[in-house]
């Protein structure tokens, strides 16, 4: 047998390094459990919970085997100290093995280990019932070296887990070994292979605070990972976001040039219906003007027809003659308004050749006349006039003439003359001036009688549309001419002016 003499001093300063030992192990045991706890409230995984109720228990297990308990619960520890113990020591197999069943991936890589670990763990429960029942003398090794021989095949497991790379078996066994080291310790001691000393006999408190620090640490770093890895996701996503806003203001962008492209297309297809609406509308003006002065000669000569014939006297020719010259003038009509390309908002398309300007005022004259036989008209020509050739379309330029000359018969009295004259301005233009007595055109309504539509307000009692004068003007223009009018209450001039075309002149 061995002994030793203790003194005074060293007895207390070994029971101070043990209450030191102690103290900072209790600390940390509760330190550990109170942060794995704030990981579980903030985090909501299990492994957190389990792995703090077990760092608590470990605390409790501390308390009984130091003695602490009896000062702590004096009236009821050395009557359920067994029953104390048991509680402390199941629910840490409870805990301890449910943390590794939730922490470890034993599902996906090794099904058996999973299910031994929650056998483990409800072994727990058996050592509590055996404490409670009183069975702890009994049954506790036996259920020890039952939990011992089950734990070999999920601490192999993990073992192949770890080489294969498994990072959460490498954190598992890294802090597990210190603390399976001090139990094995331990028993060691407890079945006299070991002998006592100041490490063995606080192995457990050792191996439990490296466990202890060591899973918190790793705990802690897996915390910092998935606050990395969620940050990094918060990076993805706004980075989503901000390419999915950057898609949709393109989208927006390319849908809003094809909208305005389509509204320009819509606008453009809109305008040419309405200039074509407006040709048309043209078109019939035209010929519906145009149309009045040759039918109104056919008709007037075919009532002097009618009453020979009632007469039952020859027929006379010239009432035939003007109706050859009218039928000849609604072709001429025809043909021009066909050709309705010619006559828009735009621009008159000629078809243009020389004229001798005397004969064309003469068969103006006469087309004239045929509405108004009864009327007077004279005729001032000077013959350099006359001689002169023009450059022009002899429908349109007809059309022209007869419209001025026929407004100057119809705004004016039956009795009065209407005067033409024919003479040369310079030597590049020739001027035709159509005068009338007749009602005359007031300064207001002067600068606008050349407008489509647009009617003088004394002109008002005669049939008319207001296109005359705006289609003599388009022709006049279309030949490079002008058109002016002088009026007052003594009647209007109208003064036409166009060049002259000489030999080897090309278009006007």
């Known amino acids: 047998m061995r002994g030793s003499v203790e003194t005074t001093q060293s007895l207390l300063q070994s029971a101070l390094s043990n209450w030191i ?7 940390i045991c509760l330190i550990v459990a ?5 990981f579980w409230l903030w985090l909501r995984e299990t492994y957190y919970l389990y792995y703090a109720v077990f760092a608590g228990t470990v605390a409790a297990m501390a308390l009984w085997r130091t003695g602490l308990m009896s000062a702590l619960l004096p009236d009821i520890y050395y009557q359920f100290h067994i029953q104390i113990f048991g509680l402390a020591h199941g629910t840490s197999l409870l805990a301890g093995f449910a943390f590794a069943a939730s922490f470890l991936p034993f599902r996906e890589h090794s099904p058996l280990a999973w299910r031994l670990t929650q056998a483990l763990s409800a072994c727990g429960l058996l050592v509590i019932l055996i404490a409670f029942l009183d069975l702890w003398a009994e049954l506790f090794l036996y259920v020890e070296i039952l939990c011992i021989a089950l734990a070999i095949i999920p601490i192999i497991a993990a073992i192949r887990m770890a080489i294969r790379g498994v990072n959460r078996t490498r954190i598992y066994l890294l802090s597990f070994t210190p603390y399976n080291l001090a139990i094995f310790v331990i028993l060691a001691r407890n079945s006299d292979i070991a002998h006592s000393g100041p490490v063995i006999d606080h192995a457990l408190e050792i191996g439990s605070i490296l466990h202890l620090l060591f899973m918190t640490i790793a705990l802690g770093s897996r915390i910092n990972k998935a606050e990395t890895d969620r940050r990094k996701a918060e990076h993805e996503s ?29 606008e453009e297809a809109l305008e040419t219906e309405r200039r074509v609406s407006r040709e048309q509308l043209q078109f019939i003006d035209t010929v519906s003007h145009e149309y009045r002065t ?11 027809l009618q009453i020979a014939q009632a007469k039952k006297a020859p027929v006379p020719a010239p009432p035939l003659a003007r109706m050859h010259d009218a039928i000849l003038r609604l072709t001429e009509i025809v043909e021009v308004s066909l050709r309705s390309d010619r006559i828009t908002d735009e621009k008159l398309e000629l078809s243009a050749t020389m004229l001798a300007l005397g004969q064309l005022v003469e068969e103006a004259i006469q087309l004239a006349n045929g509405v108004y036989p009864e009327r007077t008209i004279t005729v001032a020509a000077h013959p ?26 119809k705004y004016s009295a039956a009795e009065s003359v209407v005067t033409l004259d024919l ?22 309504a002067l600068p606008f009688v050349f407008d489509k539509y647009y009617r003088a307000a004394n002109a008002m009692n005669q049939t008319g549309a207001g296109i005359g004068l705006y289609l003599v003007r388009s022709i006049i223009v279309a030949h490079g001419g002008n058109i ?12 036409i002016t166009l060049p002259i075309c000489r030999h080897g002149d090309g278009e006007a």
């Open 423 to 444: 003479s040369v301005n310079g030597n590049d233009q020739i001027t035709i001036s159509v005068a009338d007595e007749g009602i005359g055109i007031s300064d207001a």
């Open 238 to 266: 706004l980075r989503a976001a901000r390419s999915a806003e950057q898609r949709a203001t393109e989208i927006v962008r390319t849908r809003t040039q094809e909208l305005t492209q389509a509204k320009a297309e819509l």
């Open 384 to 409: 350099d006039a006359v001689a002169h050739t023009v450059w022009g379309d002899p429908p349109l330029l007809k059309t022209a003439l007869v419209n001025i000359i026929e407004n100057a018969l």
């Open 484 to 495: 002016s009018l002088v009026s007052s209450s003594r009647g209007t001039t109208a003064t």
């Open 294 to 304: 040759p039918v109104a000669i056919l008709r007037t000569n075919l009532n002097l």
């Open 34 to 38: 109170a942060t794995n706890f704030a």
């Open 21 to 27: 030992l102690i103290g900072g192990y209790l600390g």
